[in-house]
C-alpha cells in the first residue's frame, strides 16, 4: 500500500512539474519590456552615430537584441514589436550594404510576425511592408500586387 501512494505520489509530482510554465507569468512581460527598451537603446546609439552605422556588424549586433525578445519571449507584447523593429532595422541596413540578404531577411521577418501574430495590430503593417519592398526596392511589381493583395484580403479592418 505505501509503495502505491509514493508512486501515486510522484506522478503527481511529475506531471505537475511538466504542466507548469517555465517561467513566471507575471514577470515574463516585465523582462520582455526589459529587453526591447536595451534594444531601443542600442538602435537609438546606432542610428546616432554616423561611424557606426557604416559598419554592418553594429547593424546585425541590434537586430539581434530584437530578435532575443523574440526568442526568449515569444508570447509577450514584446516580441511582435521586436520581430516588427529587427525586420526595419534589415531593411535599413540594406541602404548601406547594397545586399540583397538584407532584404531577404527582413521579409522573413516580417512574414515571422504576419503568421505568428495575424491579429496583432503591427501584422498588417508587416504585411504592407513587405509589399514596399518587392515594390520601390526589388522593382518586382507582380510580387508587390500579390503582397499588397494580402494586406486587403487578409487585413480589412487594418490601417494600412
Keep these: 500500500m505505501k509503495r502505491r501512494t509514493l508512486y501515486f505520489i510522484t506522478i503527481c509530482f511529475a506531471v505537475a ?17 526589459k529587453l526591447l527598451k536595451k534594444a531601443d537603446l542600442a ?9 557606426k552605422k557604416r559598419y554592418r556588424h553594429n547593424w546585425i549586433k541590434c537586430a539581434d537584441q530584437y530578435k532575443t525578445v523574440y ?15 529587427a525586420a ?3 531593411t535599413r541596413l540594406y541602404k548601406y550594404s547594397n545586399k540583397r540578404k538584407d532584404l531577404d531577411t527582413a521579409i522573413a521577418l516580417y512574414r515571422k510576425l504576419v503568421a505568428g501574430y495575424p491579429d496583432h ?7 504592407y511592408r513587405i509589399g514596399e519592398i ?8 507582380s510580387q508587390a500586387y500579390v503582397e499588397f493583395l494580402k494586406v486587403d484580403v487578409r ?6
Design 43 to 51: 538602435k537609438k546609439d546606432l542610428y546616432g552615430s554616423a561611424k
Design 88 to 90: 526595419d532595422l534589415y
Design 71 to 85: 526568442d526568449r519571449y515569444p508570447k509577450s507584447p514584446s516580441a511582435v514589436q521586436a520581430l516588427y523593429k
Design 17 to 33: 512539474f511538466l504542466a507548469a510554465p517555465l517561467y513566471s507569468e507575471g514577470k515574463t512581460p516585465k523582462k520582455a519590456a
Design 121 to 127: 495590430f503591427l501584422a498588417d503593417d508587416a504585411q
Design 155 to 160: 487585413f480589412p479592418k487594418g490601417d494600412m
Design 134 to 141: 518587392y515594390h520601390k526596392v526589388k522593382k518586382d511589381p
